[in-house]
């Protein structure tokens, strides 16, 4: 008995023993996995802290790098001692691949972890982000409130003015040969009508911020992957659409005119102007010469531009035209041309910030080339031409039977514009970490 009794408490020994230490490693491998996740969370923490430098140096933060190590083109950074329970540390390092980027350079910014416990190996974790600039025109036609179409044929798509993102190669025009699917709609409001697509043709998507479009009995939201069966994709339709509409300000500097002639700006030069108004009628014509500025200074509910009858403002190819207004635009028949291929190229700042705002007519049965960013401004188009380019307002209305084509290289446009997050990875692999060891490792 006595040694039957033995056998069993040896048995019992061994399988308490086996317990323990399963249990203990399970302990150490719940705290491993827990401080990965630490160190994870402290990889993306300090690549915010890149981003945030960035994002600080754009807002003319002349200490933005303070802190940062640099060679002219990368900076790096150790942020040290921080404090977890159980007596566990963690430390980041922050690379920058390129702190102060020219444009359409997309930067890295590439975080390693190191989270260390007592008696464990350290957890390393690397993130790395790629950056690109935010764009004003990163969707075709935008609204704080309202978009609604009230034509019976008008239609949405896009193409791509830069499809190499190469500004040293020829621009590609607008055709039914390089047509996409990517003509982006979208309201931030949340009620009922935020966007009426009515019997619009939407070649891409509409968004809004919490309620579905309004659809007539034939009109689409479709894409290239839709069943030809299917008039509304639902993949193309969202509800959860939000935006930022940062307000902007217009150039205080330039020269002051009392009034504006037959021409402005001069051929292969940058200027600035300043004017109260701009009045065209008849056959009057202003052409733009050069890269041209012109701030308008009529005040809320003041015309500030009024193209009426036969007149135009020309655009010659080679030049453009940046124009800032606070009061209201009308542009009547062909009065806007712009004989360039991107529509950039032509560009109508609101600056106006009360709840009033100002108001922007554009009609004609041409192609209007532009891009227009008014978000206190409600803006109606009418006519049966091409409009391309990108529109963002608080309202946005087609009266017309006009077909819109986004310009998708317009999500690149922005040289001082705020950084975002276009891709988001960790770095797990040997492969992906190769890069980036020999340099955590200097720093």
């Not at 209305?397 to 990875?425: C, M, Q, V």
């Amino acid at each position: 008995m006595l040694i039957t009794a033995l056998l069993v408490a040896a048995i019992i020994s061994v399988v308490l023993a086996s317990y323990l230490n399963l249990n203990l490693s399970t302990t150490r491998l719940a705290k491993r996995t827990f401080d990965g996740y630490a160190a994870l969370n402290l990889a993306e923490a300090g690549t915010e802290e890149g981003v945030w430098s960035f994002n600080r140096a754009v807002a003319g933060d002349g200490a933005a790098w303070s802190g940062w190590t640099n060679n002219g083109v990368a900076a790096w950074q150790t942020f040290a001692n921080f404090q977890f329970t159980a007596n566990t540390s963690g430390t980041v390092k922050v690379y920058v691949d390129a702190f102060n980027p020219a444009a359409n350079v997309t930067p890295k910014v590439v975080a390693q972890a190191e989270v260390t416990a007592p008696g464990t190996l350290p957890v390393t974790k690397l993130v790395e982000v790629t950056l690109r600039r935010r764009s004003y025109f990163a969707n075709g036609l935008v609204a704080k409130d309202r978009i609604v179409f009230s034509g019976s044929t008008a239609s949405v798509d896009s193409w791509s003015s830069d499809p190499d993102h190469d500004i040293s190669t020829a621009a590609i025009p607008y055709s039914t040969a390089v047509r996409n699917d990517r003509g982006s709609v979208a309201s931030n409001a949340v009620g009922g009508g935020a966007v009426s697509v009515n019997q619009a043709d939407i070649w891409g998507t509409v968004a809004t911020g919490g309620t579905a479009p309004a659809i007539g009995h034939t009109g689409s939201i479709r894409g290239a992957d839709t069943p030809p069966a299917v008039r509304v994709d639902p993949r193309r339709v969202a509800t959860d659409f939000n935006a930022d509409f940062p307000l902007v300000a217009a150039p205080g500097t330039g020269t002051t005119l009392t009034s504006v002639g037959a021409t402005l700006g001069t051929a292969n030069a940058t200027t600035r102007w300043r004017a109260n108004h701009l009045t065209l009628s008849g056959t009057q014509s202003l052409t733009i010469l050069g890269q041209v500025s012109l701030v308008l200074t009529a005040g809320s509910g003041a015309p500030a531009i009024d193209v009426t009858g036969s007149a135009t403002i020309d655009i010659p190819r080679g030049s453009s035209l940046a124009l800032w207004v606070e009061g209201n635009v009308r542009i009547a028949g062909n009065g806007l041309g712009n004989a360039n291929v991107q529509p950039v190229t032509c560009q109508i700042w609101g600056v106006n910030t009360t709840q009033v705002g100002q108001s922007f007519h554009l009609a004609g049965n041409g192609a209007l080339k532009c891009v227009l960013y008014a978000p206190f401004g409600d803006v109606t188009i009418n006519g049966n031409g091409d409009v391309m380019g990108s529109v963002v307002a608080r309202t946005i209305t087609l009266t017309g039977n006009a077909a819109f084509h986004y310009d998708e290289a317009l999500r690149d446009h922005g040289t001082d514009t705020p950084f975002n997050i276009s891709k988001w990875r960790e770095l797990s692999t040997a492969a992906d970490r190769a890069r980036w060891t020999e340099i955590f490792r200097s720093f």
